[in-house]
C-alpha cells in the first residue's frame, strides 16, 4: 500500500508539472492530455509488467539504489560503475518526491521526458503533428518508464543536436561531457557530427575555428582512448563482448576487408528491422516488430520529404544516421539491447532533423 501511495503522489507532481506547462503554453491540451496517459505507465513496470530481479531492466534496481544514495550525498556508496554513479547523481537533482519504490524512477524519468516535449513544442516550436508521433512512439512510452540511463542519453543527445545546430556552446560541451561518462560510444559519434556539421553549414568562421580548436584541446589527454576507442579492434572488441552476452561465446571475429561494407549496410537494414515481425519471441517483441515498419516509412517519409527541400543538407544528416545504425546493427546482436538502444538514437536524431530543416529552410515542415 506504502509503494502504491508513493508512486500516486509522484504521478501527482507530474500531472502538476503538466498543469504548469500547459497554462505557460508549452503544452496544448492534446499533448497534456497524452503526456498524461503514457505518464501514467510507470504503475505497471515494475511487479506487474516486469520483476525487479528479472533479465529485463535488471539494472533498474541499482538505479533506483543509488540515485537514492546520491540525492542525501552518499556518493560513496553509489553503484560501482561510471555510468550509473554519473546517471544516478544528475537523476538525484530532478523534483521528484518519492524514490523508494521500484517504479520511481521511471516517474522521475517521465519528469525528464514531459519538459523535453515543452521544450521541443513550446521554444523550438516543432510541428504538432511530430510531437503527437514523439509522445506515442512506443519505444518512448517504455524506455522513459523505465529507470535506467536511457532517457538521460535521449536528453543528452537531443540537447547537443540542438546546440550544435545553434551555435551553442553550453548545449554542444556540457551534452557531450556527460555522455562521455555515461555512454562514450555515442559521444563519439556526435563528435563527428559536430565536426563535420560545422564544417559544412557554419556561417560563422569565428565559431567554426572556436568549435575545432575546443574539441583538439580537450581530445589532447584523452588521445590515446579516443584512437583506441575509434579503432576496428575495439569494434571487434564490442562485437565479441555483445556476443557473449547473448550466450555467444565462440563467436568469430570480424573481418576486416572489403565485405564489412557489405556487413555494414546489411546491419543497418538489422538496426531498423530487429527484431523482425517474422522472428519475435514474445508480445513484447512483436510490438516491437511493428513499431520497426511504422518507423521505418517515417524515417523514409522524412528523407523523402526533405530530400526536395535540401539534398545537400538531407544526405548529410541521414548519412550520419545511417553510420550510427550500421555500427550499432554490426556490433548488437539482441533485439531487445538493439531497440533500447534505437529508442534515444532514433527520436534524437528524427528531432534535429526537423528542427534544423525547420530553422534553415524557413518552411513549414508539413506543407
Known amino acids: 500500500m506504502n509503494t502504491l501511495v508513493s508512486d500516486l503522489v509522484n504521478y501527482i507532481s507530474l500531472l502538476i508539472l503538466l498543469y504548469y506547462l500547459f497554462k505557460k503554453n508549452y503544452l496544448n491540451a492534446v499533448q497534456v492530455i497524452l503526456l498524461a496517459i503514457t505518464s501514467a505507465t510507470p504503475f505497471f513496470m ?100 523505465i529507470g535506467t540511463k536511457d532517457t538521460l542519453v535521449f536528453l543528452m543527445m537531443t540537447l547537443f543536436f540542438i546546440g550544435t545546430v545553434r551555435n551553442n556552446y553550453v548545449l554542444i560541451f556540457i551534452p557531450l561531457f556527460i555522455l562521455y561518462n555515461i555512454k562514450l560510444h555515442n559521444a563519439l559519434f556526435l563528435i563527428i557530427v559536430l565536426f563535420s556539421y560545422t564544417l559544412f553549414f557554419s556561417k560563422n568562421y569565428k565559431f567554426f575555428f572556436i568549435n575545432i580548436s575546443s574539441i583538439l584541446l580537450i581530445s589532447i589527454p584523452f588521445l590515446p582512448k579516443i584512437i583506441d576507442l575509434a579503432s576496428f579492434k575495439q569494434l571487434n572488441n ?37 527484431p523482425s515481425i517474422f522472428d519475435f519471441q514474445n508480445f513484447f517483441q512483436l510490438i516491437q516488430s511493428l513499431e520497426n515498419i511504422i518507423i521505418l516509412f517515417l524515417v523514409l517519409f522524412l528523407f523523402l520529404v526533405f530530400l526536395s527541400k535540401n539534398i545537400f543538407r538531407t544526405l ?25 538502444y534505437k529508442f534515444s538514437i532514433l527520436l534524437s536524431y528524427i528531432i534535429v532533423i526537423i528542427y534544423d530543416f525547420q530553422l534553415n529552410n524557413k518552411t513549414e515542415l508539413n506543407k
Open 46 to 145: 515494475f511487479n506487474f509488467l516486469f520483476q525487479i530481479d528479472s533479465t529485463y531492466f535488471g539494472d533498474a534496481e541499482f538505479y533506483r539504489w543509488s540515485v537514492q544514495k546520491a540525492r542525501f550525498l552518499n556518493y560513496d556508496e553509489l553503484y560501482h560503475t561510471k555510468d550509473i554513479r554519473w546517471t544516478a547523481i544528475i537523476y538525484s537533482f530532478v523534483p521528484i518526491i518519492f524514490l523508494d519504490t521500484p517504479n520511481s524512477l521511471g516517474f522521475l524519468c517521465k519528469f525528464i521526458f514531459i519538459i523535453l516535449m515543452a521544450f521541443c513544442n513550446g521554444i523550438l516550436k516543432i510541428d504538432k503533428i511530430y510531437i503527437y508521433l514523439f509522445i506515442l512512439y512506443p519505444s518512448a512510452i517504455l524506455y522513459t518508464a
Open 238 to 274: 564490442i562485437y565479441l563482448y555483445f556476443k557473449y552476452v547473448d550466450g555467444v561465446s565462440n563467436s568469430k571475429s570480424l573481418i576486416y576487408n572489403y565485405e564489412i561494407i557489405y556487413d555494414f549496410l546489411i546491419s543497418s537494414i538489422f538496426f531498423y528491422l530487429s
Open 316 to 340: 548529410f544528416w541521414f548519412s550520419h544516421l545511417l553510420f550510427i545504425s550500421g555500427v550499432y546493427g554490426l556490433v548488437v546482436s539482441n533485439p531487445g539491447t538493439l531497440v533500447r
